[in-house]
């Protein structure tokens, strides 16, 4: 398996709260990625990282920031959650961007 | 953009039978196309991709077909086994960006 680590596992909190996830990778790897996965629709990019400090928007990415203060870190925030976001969020590698991602075994986050 | 659709959503077969799963994507531009399986509680992973320089790749018991001219792909699975049952995800890339199909589920039967 890809040296990718997810944290927390699991989270359960209350609409309005923040809320950070953490990917962390031992490969080294320049880019990193946040997906969520909801029934339906697969894995849609929420943010991506190409190197420190270096990030973008994916397709969802309203509600959400990034940040990657060093290559290992790649952390994902809702700053005032809400229920549409909960759902399972998987955080991706890849050493270039044309090359193939590997993933995470990702967080359930739940928002009553 | 980038849209990717996948067929059929959920997929029941016998052992032993052969399983088939079809994906269209609609930007011409995109150039590369993995497939991955995910099993309950786990991340996906990647089980083959092609690129758009390739009509066909094979691995093991493992296929996956592009027609450029159709913009769709396929992923043959032969002599499916039980431990083949999960949900199955085409997508789409180009620039590194991927778009995903909505997943497949595949029961093999013993």
């Given at each position: 398996d890809a040296g990718i680590t997810q944290s927390p596992r699991h989270k359960v909190t209350e609409t309005g709260t923040p809320v950070t996830l953490r990917c962390h990778q031992t490969e080294n790897h320049r880019y990193m990625y946040w997906y969520r996965q909801d029934p339906g629709h697969g894995l849609r990019l929420i943010h991506y990282s190409y190197g420190?400090?270096?990030?973008?928007?994916?397709?969802?990415?309203?509600?959400?920031?990034?940040?990657?203060?060093?290559t290992e870190d790649f952390l994902l925030t809702l700053e005032s959650a809400t229920s549409s976001q909960t759902s399972v969020y998987f955080c991706a590698i890849n050493a270039e961007g044309g090359q193939p991602q590997h993933f995470g075994d990702g967080t359930r986050l739940s928002i009553l | 953009g980038e849209n990717v659709e996948q067929h059929p959503s959920t997929l029941s077969v016998q052992e032993g039978d052969s399983a088939v799963i079809k994906c269209t994507y609609s930007d011409s531009a995109s150039n590369y196309f993995p497939w991955y399986k995910q099993e309950l509680g786990k991340g996906?992973?990647?089980?083959?991709?092609?690129?758009?320089?390739?009509?066909?790749?094979?691995?093991?018991?493992?296929?996956?077909?592009?027609?450029?001219?159709?913009?769709?792909?396929?992923?043959?699975?032969?002599?499916t086994q039980p431990e083949d049952s999960a949900v199955y995800f085409c997508a789409a890339s180009k620039g590194g960006k991927l778009i995903f199909g909505q997943g497949t589920e595949l029961s093999v039967k013993p």
């Open positions: 420190v400090k270096d990030t973008d928007k994916g397709e969802v990415s309203d509600g959400y920031s990034v940040s990657r203060s060093k | 996906p992973q990647l089980i083959i991709d092609i690129r758009s320089n390739v009509g066909e790749k094979k691995d093991q018991r493992i296929a996956v077909t592009l027609n450029k001219t159709a913009k769709h792909f396929s992923l043959h699975i032969t002599e």
